[in-house]
């Protein structure tokens, strides 16, 4: 069974920054770097939307939001990916996901707030 942990979510006031890792895990063989993974959130009242994806071959995609300003990245000896979140505002406040392999982690908070 596949599990996805994410961590590094928090307070952060406007304009810092955040580091946020999905860990993945589970029994018998994992090909983790065979997966395309991604991370979406989920504002209060909102969608859920995708904010990056990483390919399995290492090509990436961004939203329109936060192009220029998060970096996805992967390592596939650590089945962990990562996003960079930098000069955050108040609009990126939300529940961040990992999904991948036809799975989703469960959420980390991230609060941008003064």
């Known amino acids: 069974q596949v599990q996805l942990v994410e961590s590094g979510g928090g307070l952060v006031q406007p304009g810092g920054s955040l580091r946020l890792s999905c860990v993945v895990s589970g029994s018998g063989f994992i090909n983790f770097s065979a997966n395309d993974m991604a991370w979406y959130r989920q504002a209060p009242g909102k969608q859920r939307d995708l904010v990056a994806q990483v390919f399995s071959g290492g090509i990436t995609n961004y939203a329109e939001t936060v192009k220029g300003r998060f970096t996805i990245s992967r390592d596939n000896a650590k089945r962990t990916v990562y996003l960079q979140m930098n000069r955050l505002k108040p609009e990126d406040t939300a529940v961040y996901y990992c999904?991948?392999?036809?799975?989703w982690g469960k959420g980390t908070l991230v609060t941008v707030s003064s």
């Open positions: 999904k991948g392999m036809n799975k």
